[in-house]
């Protein structure tokens, strides 16, 4: 009897554990807890479409491409909250670009928030000395930590 107890209840829990719904949503807890997405390919992939961008774009910023990122970490996270309905995980990285220079470069993870709010995730990324029009505010600080902040 007791095997049968043991085997139907570690059935029910694969069941449990095994459904669509259940899954997706411990997938959503592992996206939250995992520091690597700091380090995510498709993050640093919109880094660099938004450096790009200025690098083309606004004037007095120089034309360069972004090699490579190293020392890559995070700075703070921000869970889902009663008055904060978006997570956001804030992250550093030194970008080795184009013309020989290492800048810094913050980067804010705002989870949910790709197109129409289904399709992935919004990045947003700011370079020491490409924001030219204040867009982050001086020194880049809106995407570089949400400490302080509601």
Known sequence: MFRHIVASTALTVLMFFGSGV?????DMLRLYEDNQDCADDRVLKGVSRQI???SRRVPGVPQVDVVDYYAIHQN???PEAYKRPIA????????AL????T????????YGQGF??????????CMQGFDEWNVYD?????????VGRN
């Open 88 to 95: 956001r995980r804030y992250c550093q990285a030194s970008a």
């Open 103 to 110: 800048r810094t470069v913050w980067y804010l993870i705002e």
């Open 138 to 146: 001086e020194a880049c600080r809106v995407v570089r930590s949400g």
């Open 116 to 125: 129409a709010g289904a399709l992935g995730d919004n990045v947003e990324a």
């Open 76 to 78: 703070d996270f921000l």
């Open 52 to 54: 790009d961008y200025q």
């Open 98 to 101: 184009s013309n020989g220079e």
């Open 22 to 26: 259940v899954s997706h949503a411990a």
